[in-house]
């Protein structure tokens, strides 16, 4: 593995007098100067047997070593695009440990104008250059396009999809050694589907001979333009069985959970029905307003990853939803001394990309917040304040809803019922998420919900800069929210004076003169309540029985972490490409708790058989 690359704001492209984009670094040109796109064609779609190979499947896997332009996807997509089974997903995961600013790829890609429609799509929605997943989407064509930005072993680590066909892209062997090293060719033998299928541009020995060690059949065929040779190699078959009827899916609960849910159920082609007790946002998503930020408190081990991943999806997911975002970017205050070493260390982390990330001087907190701050803070570009109602409007336009309030899931056959408190059937679906915030621990009681009531206030007053510190403090479309309380063993969502004074002291903390400006009197609230886990980190993946899925348990950062985690739900769910890296996933498998228990147990066991008698 090479050492984890250092994003800077520098383009690892040059670009040569023949106009094709050079890598100095590894000295080697990104493609062919005799044509990229025939030579995509030529040794990577021809290379792979594609279109054959995706002939009467309903989802078709493709992996990519070496990302670069992106035209060897765009070359792929637009082969799908003519010739897509019907009905059928394209799931892509590239990996790119140098990923190079849209400006670049944008010239790369500017050749060809029979790709310049799919160019423009891509180039919009342009990857972060920050280390992690960083999913992108085609919904129309019924594509998803994961990419990692790591080094090649350590992506195929993380990845746990199993592709289908692989386009191994790395530059010359005897340039860039770590994208043909034996564990990155034994990581794209573990992660592929049986009987796939690899093209690659390289004949070298170590690569043929890497690839039959992994049992790959490997066969040599005229190389493209000058290169005399190139390699297409195929994994041993399996039986093949039918191809499986699209499932059914229920969600139960229409908050911010349940909502990403049925979008990220539609962008993968099944259209779920959502069942929801009184209305959709009736529960702790319903606010005038929510501040979409990720969670500070956990440096750049995994539960940072999960918070800077789930900001950026999130981001870009709410941007694309009709009216949803009523501010972009927000500040984050320091509170207590440590607070200040930490934001240092955050404004660095390379998991947020080169500039999203801004630390800033008490002078600076001061301008942006129009008021005196003697603190120090960052600077969120990708934070976002929404407007629940719209978010989950949009998300929620083109779905199937029922009013009902689930009392009971039981299984039938190999599908579940869902039932009402009078035994009556409400759905029946192959797949159930709970998505029902604390209520999913009474429909599979083994899950660790706890209650942790929370009031915001709302004042008819100017519209402030979204700031977060001891509390926060948010334009709505109306005025300003701010807040909010957290109390647990209260599940009571009455509205109360007290609290409103209680939110008034925390917005004193941020907002100190705005605080002062605002009478209790004249405050609105809302109280409703969060759903927490021990351990603070939601609960998004199967439960023990087949066909139940769970997203809950999102605490205080539900509108950052839902639409990410109701995609890998999804996925999970409905047999796909998780867009999560297995680390990640982890973190947050509902299984957790148990799984920790066991290991608890074996250990003593071992302790108590160890022990002297
Ligand atoms: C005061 C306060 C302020 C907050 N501010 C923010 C913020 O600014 N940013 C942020 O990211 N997060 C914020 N949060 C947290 C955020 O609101 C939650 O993380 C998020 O709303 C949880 O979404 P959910 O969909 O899991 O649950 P909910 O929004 O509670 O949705 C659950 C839904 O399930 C339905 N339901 C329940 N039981 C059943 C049943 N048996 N059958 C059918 N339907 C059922 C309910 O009616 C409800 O609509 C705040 C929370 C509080 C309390
Ligand atoms: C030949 S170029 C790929 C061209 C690309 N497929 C396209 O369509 O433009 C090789 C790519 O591999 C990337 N790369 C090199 N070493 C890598 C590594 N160790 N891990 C991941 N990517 C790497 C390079 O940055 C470069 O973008």
Redesign the pocket.
């Given at each position: 593995m090479t050492d984890p690359p250092k994003m800077t704001d520098a383009s690892p492209v040059a670009w040569g007098a023949d106009g094709v984009p050079r890598s100095p670094r590894f000295d080697d040109v990104y493609y062919s100067s005799a044509g990229g796109l025939d030579e995509a064609r030529s040794v990577f779609l021809d290379g792979c047997d594609l279109p054959d190979a995706w002939a009467g499947r309903s989802r078709f896997v493709v992996g990519e070593l070496g990302f670069g332009t992106g035209l060897n996807i765009l070359a792929l997509l637009d082969l799908w695009r003519r010739t897509r089974p019907d009905g059928a997903h394209l799931h892509v995961f590239s990996v790119e440990a140098f990923p190079m600013p849209a400006g670049d790829a944008h010239r790369a890609l500017a050749v060809w104008p029979e790709l310049a429609d799919l160019a423009a799509r891509l180039l919009a929605q342009w990857p972060r250059r920050a280390r992690g997943f960083h999913r992108l989407a085609f919904v129309d064509l019924g594509v998803t396009l994961d990419l990692a930005i790591m080094d090649a072993a350590e992506a195929l680590d993380a990845w746990s999809g199993q592709a289908d066909a692989w386009f191994l892209d790395g530059f010359s062997p005897s340039r860039n050694p770590e994208m043909w090293s034996p564990d990155v060719l034994a990581g794209v033998a573990r992660r592929s589907a049986p009987g796939a299928r690899i093209g690659t541009f390289t004949v070298a020995g170590a690569v043929r001979r890497g690839l039959e060690a992994h049992g790959f059949q490997v066969e040599k065929k005229p190389g493209f333009a000058a290169k005399r040779e190139r390699l297409e190699a195929r994994a041993p078959d399996a039986p093949v069985s039918p191809a499986p009827r699209a499932p059914s899916a229920a969600i139960?609960?229409?908050?911010?959970?349940?909502?990403s849910l049925v979008r990220a159920f539609q962008a993968l082609g099944v259209r779920p029905l959502l069942?929801?007790?009184?209305?959709?946002?009736?529960?702790?998503?319903?606010?005038d307003?929510?501040?979409?930020?990720p969670r500070l408190d956990a440096g750049s081990g995994p539960i940072g990853a999960l918070y800077a991943q789930a900001l950026a999806r999130a981001a870009d997911l709410y941007d694309q939803a009709s009216d949803a975002v009523i501010a972009h970017g927000a500040v984050q205050t320091e509170v207590e001394p440590k607070d200040a070493g930490r934001f240092d260390r955050i404004a660095q982390s390379e998991l947020f990309e080169i500039g999203a990330v801004e630390r800033l001087a008490p002078a600076s907190v001061s301008e942006r917040l129009g008021e005196t701050i003697a603190m120090g803070g960052l600077g969120f570009r990708d934070a976002r304040v929404v407007e629940?109602a719209m978010a989950l409007g949009d998300w929620l336009r083109a779905a199937d809803c029922i009013v009902?309030?689930?009392?009971a899931i039981e299984p039938v056959g190999d599908a579940w019922r869902l039932v009402d408190g009078e035994g009556g059937e409400i759905a029946r679906a192959d797949i159930v998420c709970l998505?029902?915030?604390?209520?999913a621990a009474?429909?599979a009681p083994d899950l660790p919900l706890a209650a942790?009531?929370?009031?915001?206030s709302m004042a008819v007053a100017a519209e402030p800069v979204a700031v977060i510190g001891g509390g926060?403090a948010?334009p709505t479309r109306r005025g300003l929210l701010f807040?909010?309380?957290h109390d647990r063993n209260d599940a009571s969502a009455e509205v109360r004076p007290e609290d409103h004074r209680r939110n008034l002291d925390l917005l004193a903390t941020v907002l100190p003169a705005l605080a002062g400006q605002l009478n209790p009197a004249d405050l609105t609230g809302?109280?409703?309540?969060?759903?927490v886990t021990p351990d603070f980190l939601p609960l998004a993946g199967p439960l023990a029985a087949p066909g139940l899925f769970v997203?809950?348990g999102?605490?205080?950062?539900?509108?950052?972490?839902?639409p990410l985690l109701a995609e890998q739900v999804a996925a999970l769910a409905l047999g796909a490409p998780s867009p999560l890296p297995a680390p990640l996933a982890e973190i947050v498998h509902p299984g957790r708790f148990a799984a920790r228990r066991n290991r608890r147990l074996m250990r003593s066991a071992k302790v108590q058989v160890a022990a002297p008698t």
């Open positions: 139960v609960g229409g908050g911010i959970a349940g909502a069942v929801e007790a009184v209305a959709p946002g009736a529960g702790a998503s319903g606010n307003a929510a501040l979409v930020m629940p009902a309030q689930v009392a998505a029902c915030g604390l209520e009474r429909l942790l009531r929370g009031q915001v926060y948010i807040g909010a309380t809302r109280a409703s309540l969060r759903a997203l809950s999102l605490g205080s950062r539900g509108f950052c972490a839902a």
